[in-house]
């Protein structure tokens, strides 16, 4: 595996790459690797010739007053794990490659964005498009991997590659979860392990939803406050939000039909987690 | 010649010839092609195996009360004459095409844009880098060619390729003009004869400034104020803005070294016409 920290040198690799004719996975990270970005990169390596893995902590899209400055990094660690896991080369530029001195240009979607994670994070997903736009151009991938534990983020990066015309197809993979339920996470490892314990509530309390919806329960209002219940039985747990959405334009459905998307984001201690479910409903009314 | 009106096309025809090992050439237009744009199609070419034009008259660089629907169309004319120029492709998209139904990703470059027309024309620049982006991704340019009587657009459109690490280059190339000095312009065909003899005296304010900078003067307000009054003989001239800018800033200078841009923007009646001049100063004070 080559490492590369230089986004110029990185382009021209890519470059040669595709001249020579071959095909280019990428799984764009922010490092403190977990199963769940290696379950990104094996399939990466299984659909592609050249896979690139990038570790980038991406400050424009960190807030103020978010974790930034100490959201966890350890490229030895990540680079055993993404060799593991077939990485041809791994990107890590530094903060003066990607956002040079003058730097004034932002891509932003304008409606996703402005529900769900958006609301709490209101500059979030412009630094999300805007990287990843930078990374699609620098490493010129033929298929990009994400992760659907950030669900709504790539519903933005779809939404991105159709609208600016990109050549990148998206690929969203499954969340992979412990044992116990909790989405892996970098930032699960900002928890002590008794709020590790508390924090299976997000899932709980999705598990929950599930079921009232199999049992013939439409309500989103009986839904949402029976998983309230479940996260309050949780010490530490405070809701930042528990949204039932439509998967095509992230607003808000009172009543459950068609393709839609439970996500919540619930603080436990100090730390904000998310997780969500997709559900398709049949759209008609009888 | 061929033309092409539809995107995937478009970008199918230019992955095949970018296979081939063909170079391309592009000049972005909103048509209604004048000697400006020949100078551009020219260019492009003498410098690469395939010359795409486009015809995009872009509703999102157009604010409301602005010229979107007047804004001149002659699909025929412009066939003939971007075909003897030497284009090879002649790309017209549809608005539908162009922005699909739930379109909602923009491009914005924050900071050359709050100058200079961006502060008569709010949102302009974001319709431009969006729909340029854009093209760029289909069409797949080696080198991209710009007219420098839009010199802010130039500007922004390399900070733009710089910042989202296009691989295409910016070629900006010289105001073509009338005989009598008036910057070539679409929307020169809004002139009545009379207003067209008016709208000299852009260029003719320009050549005075340079002609007081030649003869020492380095005040900006002595030099606008000079311009302003050779615009005021004009009987329909009303001046949007007359402004003395840093290159590499757009923001404004009192004291004129270093590389500078004069940049004007002046109605002749309802018709909004822009020019500039740009100077390479000493830096130094002595």
């Known amino acids: 595996m080559q490492l590369v920290t230089n986004s110029s040198e990185m382009q021209s690799l890519s470059l040669s790459a595709k001249k020579a004719g071959k095909t280019i996975g990428f799984v764009p990270t922010m490092g403190y690797l977990h199963e769940g970005h290696l379950s990104l990169a094996l399939a990466a390596k299984a659909e592609n010739d050249l896979v690139v893995v990038s570790i980038f902590v991406n400050p424009t899209q960190f807030g103020p007053g978010e974790d930034f400055q100490k959201y966890p990094r350890d490229l030895q660690r990540d680079s055993v794990m993404a060799e593991q896991a077939g990485a041809d080369v791994l990107f890590c530029p530094s903060v003066e490659d990607m956002y040079p001195e ?5 891509v932003e ?9 958006g609301l709490s ?16 151009n620098i490493v010129l991938p033929d298929v990009a ?17 159709r609208d600016l015309n990109l050549l990148v197809r998206i690929e969203v993979l499954p969340i992979v979860r ?19 314990r508390q924090a299976t509530v997000l899932h709980e309390a999705l598990m929950e939803a599930n079921r009232l919806v199999d049992s013939g329960e439409r309500e989103s209002r009986r839904i949402k406050s029976k998983m309230r219940e479940i996260i309050a039985s949780a010490r530490e747990a405070r809701v ?3 949204s039932f959405v439509s998967r095509d334009t992230l607003e808000d459905i009172e009543e459950l039909r068609g393709n839609i998307l439970i996500a919540l984001a619930v603080f436990i201690g100090e730390t904000r987690l998310i997780d ?5 409903l049949p759209s008609g009314r009888e």
């Open 145 to 161: 991997y994400f992760g659907q534990k950030d669900a709504q983020q790539a519903l933005i990066i779809k939404r991105m590659a």
């Open 178 to 196: 412990e044992n116990e339920g909790l989405a892996m996470s970098s930032r699960n490892s900002y928890l002590s392990p008794e709020q590790r």
């Open 102 to 106: 003058g730097f004034s240009t932002y």
């Open 121 to 136: 994070r209101p500059t979030h997903f412009r630094g999300v498009t805007t990287v990843v736009l930078k990374l699609f």
């Open 240 to 242: 930042d939000y528990i």
């Open 109 to 117: 979607e304008t409606r996703l964005s402005n529900h769900l994670c």
């Open 276 to 280: 969500n479910l997709e559900l398709d």
